[in-house]
């Protein structure tokens, strides 16, 4: 659930005034991943609600290919925690010149000035639609689970213990819920720069990260019945994140060009594409770490990259770029559209004609409100909180 630049972990490329190191230029190959990442999710979430299995899809792709291809976006997710360890990790490096250097009032200040105020509009919307009785922004208890309040669940979504709410309270909130991925990225970051700063050798760091990849399976072996918690719990998504972050170390070391490292970068998209669409369900303990590993692959081949002239061309390569460079307000405001569009057509009785058109539909309209927000918004109070926060280190430093 960037930038990252992940569906969350966004684009930290920092301020000069703070840091005076140029603004790297952007990676194509991340901001491939991310736009491959997000349009899982948003195909997940609209065959969630209007199956594409009965569309004109039938017609030309096996039922079961349909159903692999539009099921696992959760996968999705999975790549989006891998690009963001991988950023912030190499981030930190450009910023600090090693982990154990990380300043982490400038960490936190950073990640507050990108996600917090999107994330406060799109809680504000959900919240006021669900007040409008709109079905898919209300909190609606499930037989048997408890009740949530809105000051509740906006409060677990803004201090990053959403997922716990959930397993507490199950889905209660289609529009809401899908913040829980925030969640688990957050408190990772939470203790990313007190473990840096803390620990300060990189072995040691390392050893941690480590410890949260052997980790991740282990938990997902104990829940795989419920996958509010394969899924969702803090330690079945961490390492995800870690395999990021080791990444990001090793592409300063090793260099992934030459035929045989080609060949490993080919061999783990190949490893990627198949669990996914051979699907979570059977593979809910090691699917997430393959595809977590592989994602890691591709990021340390990502590092020095010489793109093609027919790439930097390609007109669909440049549409999943911008959709990966609008990751993160594309994952906060797509659900909103989507719940919008189930109050006019409800989950399930769209007619099977209206339902790709439908679907070009919500990706145009999620296309343009991002870019909206992210134009006139996001992008601007992001540089003006951190442009408010150097202001303020300079004048505590003079």
Same mark, same amino acid.
């Given at each position: 659930m960037s930038s990252f630049r992940s569906p969350s972990a966004a684009a930290d490329t920092g301020n000069a005034a703070a840091f005076p190191q140029p603004a790297p230029t952007r990676n194509?190959?991340?901001?491939?991943?991310?736009?491959?990442?997000?349009?899982?999710?948003?195909?997940?979430?609209?065959?969630?609600?209007?199956?594409?299995?009965?569309?004109?899809?039938?017609?030309?792709?096996?039922?079961?290919?349909?159903?692999?291809?539009?099921?696992?976006?959760? /996968?999705?997710?999975?790549?989006?925690?891998?690009?963001?360890? /991988?950023?912030?990790?190499?981030?930190? &490096?450009?910023?600090?010149?090693?982990?154990?250097?990380?300043?982490?009032?400038?960490? /936190? @200040?950073?990640?507050?000035?990108?996600?917090?105020?999107?994330?406060?509009? @799109?809680?504000?919307?959900?919240?006021?639609?669900? &007040?409008?009785?709109?079905?898919a922004f209300m909190n609606v208890a499930k037989p048997g689970w408890p009740e949530v309040g809105y000051p509740v669940a906006v409060l677990s979504v803004l201090s990053f213990w959403h997922n716990v709410l959930m397993q507490h309270a199950w889905y209660f909130n289609y529009a809401m819920n899908i913040y829980w991925s925030l969640s688990v990225e957050e408190v990772f970051y939470l203790a990313f720069p007190l473990l840096c700063f803390g620990l300060k050798r990189q072995w040691a760091i390392v050893a941690v990260w480590a410890v949260a990849i052997v980790a991740g399976p282990v938990y997902?072996?104990?829940?795989?019945?419920?996958?509010? *918690?394969?899924? *969702?719990? /803090?330690?079945?998504?961490?390492?995800?994140?870690?395999?990021?972050?080791?990444?990001?170390?090793?592409?300063?070391?090793?260099?992934?060009?030459?035929?045989?490292?080609?060949?490993?970068?080919?061999?783990?998209?190949?490893?990627?594409?198949?669990? *996914?669409?051979?699907?979570?369900?059977?593979?809910?303990v090691f699917g997430f770490t393959v595809i977590a590993a592989g994602t890691a692959v591709l990021l340390i081949g990502a590092h020095n990259e010489r793109v093609p002239g027919w790439a930097l061309r390609s007109r669909a390569l440049a549409a999943l770029r911008w959709l990966g460079r609008h990751s993160y307000e594309l994952y906060l405001f797509h659900i909103i559209v989507l719940g919008l569009m189930r109050s006019f057509v409800p989950r399930g009785t769209m007619p099977a004609v209206w339902k790709l058109p439908a679907m070009g539909f919500f990706v145009a309209v999620s296309v343009a409100v991002a870019w909206g927000i992210a134009r006139f918004y996001s992008e601007p109070m992001n540089a003006r909180l951190r442009a408010a926060f150097a202001r303020r280190r300079a004048r505590i430093e003079a």
């Open positions: 194509f190959r991340i901001d491939i991943l991310r736009g491959i990442a997000i349009s899982l999710v948003l195909l997940l979430h609209f065959h969630l609600s209007y199956s594409l299995v009965d569309s004109p899809l039938a017609a030309v792709l096996p039922e079961e290919f349909i159903k692999s291809l539009a099921r696992n976006g959760n /996968y999705g997710v999975t790549m989006f925690f891998a690009v963001s360890g /991988y950023l912030i990790t190499s981030t930190t &490096l450009r910023r600090y010149g090693s982990l154990g250097n990380v300043d982490v009032r400038s960490f /936190y @200040a950073f990640r507050f000035a990108r996600i917090v105020p999107c994330l406060v509009v @799109a809680l504000a919307v959900i919240v006021g639609l669900g &007040l409008l009785k709109q079905p997902r072996s104990f829940h795989v019945d419920d996958e509010i *918690y394969f899924m *969702y719990g /803090y330690l079945a998504c961490f390492d995800a994140v870690a395999f990021g972050c080791c990444a990001a170390l090793l592409a300063q070391r090793i260099r992934l060009d030459s035929w045989g490292g080609r060949q490993l970068q080919l061999t783990a998209a190949c490893l990627v594409a198949v669990t *996914y669409l051979r699907g979570i369900h059977g593979n809910e």
